[in-house]
């Protein structure tokens, strides 16, 4: 029977149901709704040896083209390489990249480049898996693994003294969408999906601020609350009602407290904010700075517009120029604030883009998927920069030295942050699981630049 409906009242529980366990489940680190624990021992897997505190991934969504930003192959041809054929050179020796990246060139000693990713599948939900858990879809346990955001936030999250102001694993601004982050895990371990948009006036992060709602109507809505709060009044000192009194009291310090003032980018220099580029993508790796600089260990910038199937080099022109800008002043912002060498920035989508244009209708000029080869780059938390991994053939077309497997990535970055890769995995099953297990016929994780 609906209590209001009933006795005319709306009840403790009625108004909670119906406004607030959004913002309140943001408060709690999504915690409010009782999950099963996920039982650890004291070190969570983690060894002492970290160099690494964050991670900022730029999933490029879609797969961007690896001839045409960091592995371009001029000599291939026009049916290869189309009209982005003059590669410039960068300021570490012999590592060329594409000539609408300019500002990027000026930042490769900070980088290094893989130019030998591989795992052979064209499909974007598929790929994204692998390319984010390290597991192939059909392995024999039928598991659906937990990205490695989701892993970060178990072993560096709420169970391991992680007090920041917002979840431990952010994505800006939209969920990636292709596969369940969590794995496993479970919801617990989802990441905060901020919504919005950044480079507006206002930023309407999730549960945080409101659009079209003041600040006095938001007060006005909690003294609301205590004055319909009758149960809770009869019963003072029950401890499920002061565990919704926390939660309501973290809810309104992050709606008006030090997590909004994190996401207000009003704080910032304009001219910082110009250099990183006054669109979505430069504000949001604005954005995974202040959130690392707070201390949260795990940001996914989520970035569309790279699944080019048509009039790919069209989108190139448009796309790069903003990528350029807001990745290079990222990494020197990181550097000059001394937040490179403990952040991990890792470049990648789930796949590559075919390296033989599709000039023919009704393509005109686009590329395909392609898992067979393409790039990753990585900096900071203890990568070097300044190198090249692997190679590609004179085309693009297949790995010809050192293939790199996404095992062999997460593994490396697993062990920089300190979260032993071949340590137990937790889980609800109780099964005996390993963080990132080496699969065999892989290069092996990347001592060259580690």
Not at 54 to 66: C, E, F, L, T, Y
Not at 96 to 111: G, S, T, V, W
Not at 121 to 131: F, L, M, P, Q, W
Not at 195 to 219: C, K, M, S, Y
């Amino acid at each position: 029977m609906d209590t209001q409906s009933a006795t005319g009242f709306v009840t403790r529980r009625d108004v909670l149901k119906r406004g607030f366990l959004g913002t309140a489940g943001l408060a709690l680190g999504g915690s409010l709704v009782p999950m099963p624990s996920i039982g650890m021992g004291t070190d969570g897997g983690s060894s002492s040896a970290a160099k690494a505190k964050a991670v900022i991934q730029i999933w490029m969504w879609g797969g961007p083209s690896h001839l045409d930003a960091f592995d371009p192959k001029p000599d291939a041809g026009y049916d290869y390489c189309g009209p982005l054929n003059k590669p410039i050179a960068t300021n570490a020796d012999g590592i060329r990249i594409c000539e609408l990246l300019p500002l990027l060139a000026q930042q490769a000693d900070k980088y290094s480049i893989i130019r030998s990713m591989t795992h052979g599948n064209n499909s974007h939900e598929t790929a994204a898996y692998i390319v984010q858990t390290g597991h192939q879809p059909d392995e024999p346990d039928r598991l659906v693994y937990p990205c490695i955001g989701a892993v970060v936030s178990l072993f560096k999250g709420y169970d391991h003294g992680y007090k920041g102001l917002v979840p431990p694993y952010v994505v800006l601004t939209q969920l990636q969408g292709r596969f369940s982050e969590a794995g496993f895990l479970g919801p617990r371990y989802k990441p905060f999906a901020t919504g919005g948009d950044p480079n507006q006036n206002l930023f309407a992060v999730e549960g945080i601020i409101a659009r079209g709602i003041t600040d006095e109507h938001q007060r006005s809505r909690r003294e609301l609350l205590h004055n319909l709060d009758s149960l809770g009044k009869a019963m003072p000192g029950n401890s499920q009602f002061e565990k919704f009194d926390r939660c309501e009291e973290n809810a309104y310090t992050l709606m008006f407290g030090d997590a909004r003032k994190l996401f207000d980018l009003s704080q910032e220099q304009s001219e910082l904010r110009d250099r990183y580029g006054r669109n979505k993508f430069g504000q949001s790796c604005l954005m995974a700075r202040r959130l690392v600089e707070a201390g949260v260990p795990y940001v996914t910038i989520n970035y569309p517009g790279w699944d080019t199937h048509k009039q790919h080099f069209e989108t190139m022109r448009r796309k790069l120029p903003e990528m350029d800008a807001g990745m290079a002043t990222l990494l020197q912002d990181l550097a000059d604030r001394g937040l490179l060498d403990s952040t991990i920035v890792w470049w990648s989508g789930e796949f590559g883009r075919g390296p033989k244009v599709q000039w023919e209708p009704p393509w005109n000029g686009g590329r395909s998927h392609y898992g067979k080869c393409f790039c990753a780059l990585v900096a900071g938390g203890g990568l070097k920069g300044g190198r090249i991994v692997g190679a590609s053939d004179e085309k693009g077309m297949e790995v010809a030295e050192r293939p790199v497997h996404p095992a062999d990535l997460l593994g490396t970055m697993y062990s920089l942050l300190g979260i032993d890769p071949d340590g137990p995995m937790p889980n609800g099953k109780g099964l005996d699981l390993k963080v990132m297990p080496m699969p065999q016929g892989t290069g092996g994780r990347l001592k060259e630049i580690t």
